[in-house]
């Protein structure tokens, strides 16, 4: 029975049950019963176990090779800007783990978050020291984005990692479809954009002083960008199962981290 086989790439080594097929997109006769189709690219490999019948059964198959940058997997979600999120937040092994939790513009997670440890600040919102464009709430500097030294996403995975800009956040927010579902016994929404590819944002709640709030019910993701209107504010993307907004909030809160990266194309 003829079967379609294809990768994500066009190209990748095929082989049926160890022996070679060719290149990937291709068609191949194999006999009923069980086979191991394997797809090789640069010394990695992807399988997956088929099943051929006369009737009914598999008659395509398609394999999916993992893409990281800097050893982080990333969903490419067909946006107009071309921008590569993240498959987690910062501190998270899977989609679903909450991660760690960041005050703005610092990049280790810490016990307790409020102004007298915050980083950026000498004790109170009206005495911050940088990233401040109004004289009224201390030393201005005028800088309205992190610079990479103070982003959590580029300090702790590396390479072309960053955290989100507002735009980034209102492009997520504009040009995707967002459901509210659960993955891995943790609520949040699938993303899916243009091209039908997703991710998924737990709803992992924020820390303000030494107490975590909303876990479960809320999600909170920091972008690279002040608040310039408010600059003892950042702006974030806010959500739960009733709406999804990007707003602003206080710096020295702990929220998520979801890294992005510009398009490898």
């Known amino acids: 029975r003829e079967i379609s086989i294809s990768t994500d790439r066009n190209g990748d080594e095929i082989y049926a049950d160890g022996s070679y097929l060719g290149a990937s997109p291709l068609t191949a006769t194999l006999s009923f019963g069980t086979h191991n189709i394997k797809a090789v690219r640069d010394s990695k490999a992807v399988e997956k176990t088929i099943t051929v019948a006369q009737t009914g059964g598999d008659s395509s198959v398609r394999l999916a090779f993992k893409q990281e940058i800097n050893g982080h997997e990333y969903v490419d979600l067909g946006l107009p800007s071309g921008t590569l999120w993240a498959t987690c937040n910062v501190g998270a092994d899977k989609p679903e783990d909450y991660g760690g939790y960041f005050a703005w513009g610092e990049t280790e997670t810490k016990s307790t978050y409020d102004w007298s440890t915050y980083k950026w600040c000498r004790g109170s919102y009206d005495r911050q020291k940088k990233y401040n464009t109004e004289s009224g709430y201390g030393t201005v500097d005028n800088r309205t984005v992190l610079e990479m030294s103070d982003d959590a996403a580029r300090v702790n995975w590396g390479g072309a990692w960053r955290m989100p800009t507002e735009a980034e956040l209102r492009e997520l927010e504009d040009k995707c479809t967002w459901t509210w579902t659960t993955q891995g016994g943790k609520n949040g929404y699938r993303v899916t954009g243009p091209n039908g590819k997703s991710i998924f944002l737990p709803a992992a709640g924020y820390y303000d002083d030494g107490s975590l709030s909303d876990a479960g019910s809320d999600g909170y993701y920091w972008s690279s960008s002040l ?9 974030l993307l806010d959500f739960n199962s ?11 809160c702990g929220l998520s981290v979801r890294p992005v990266c510009p398009s490898q194309k």
Not at 227 to 235: G, R, S
């Open 227 to 235: 608040d310039t209107d408010d600059p003892d504010d950042a702006c």
């Open 242 to 252: 009733g709406h999804v907004g990007v707003y602003s909030y206080y710096r020295y």
